[in-house]
């Protein structure tokens, strides 16, 4: 599986984004998906999952309400749109996969086997 990202840039704080993730190779009715991110100086945390097996998607706290986790699998592609952006959601954005066992997704980044290389996201005005 290659998991290709795009859609990062700099915007302004108030400002939106949407990221994409083509999962070439991967059935998404058998594929999770998730979205990190790695600000400077700072481990990689999850943002957001999706769960293949009964399509329930995760957040973590901070982004709730702002952002929305979608996916177009006859597209083979996820989607990230980020609203209400806030300088601390600058950070590279990666996307993961892996195999999908469970009905709930992980945001712990040791669970997820494939990555992307990143797309950066610079929240600034």
């Known amino acids: 599986v290659q998991l290709v990202e795009s859609g990062g840039g700099l915007v302004q704080p108030g400002g939106s984004l949407r990221l994409s993730c083509v999962a070439s190779g991967a059935n998404l009715d058998e594929y999770d998906i998730g979205w990190f991110r790695q600000a400077p100086g700072v481990e990689r945390a999850g943002v957001s999952c999706?769960?293949?097996?009964?399509?329930?998607?995760k957040y973590v706290d901070s982004v709730k309400g702002r952002f929305t986790f979608s996916w177009d699998k006859a597209k083979n592609t996820a989607y990230l749109q980020m609203n209400s952006l806030v300088p601390e959601d600058t950070g590279v954005y990666y996307c993961?996969?892996?195999?999908?066992?469970?009905?709930?997704?992980?945001?712990?980044?040791?669970?997820?086997?494939?990555w992307g290389q990143g797309t950066q996201v610079t929240v600034s005005s």
């Open positions: 999706i769960s293949s097996s009964s399509g329930a998607t």
């Open positions: 993961a996969g892996d195999i999908g066992f469970f009905s709930e997704c992980s945001l712990d980044r040791r669970m997820w086997d494939d």
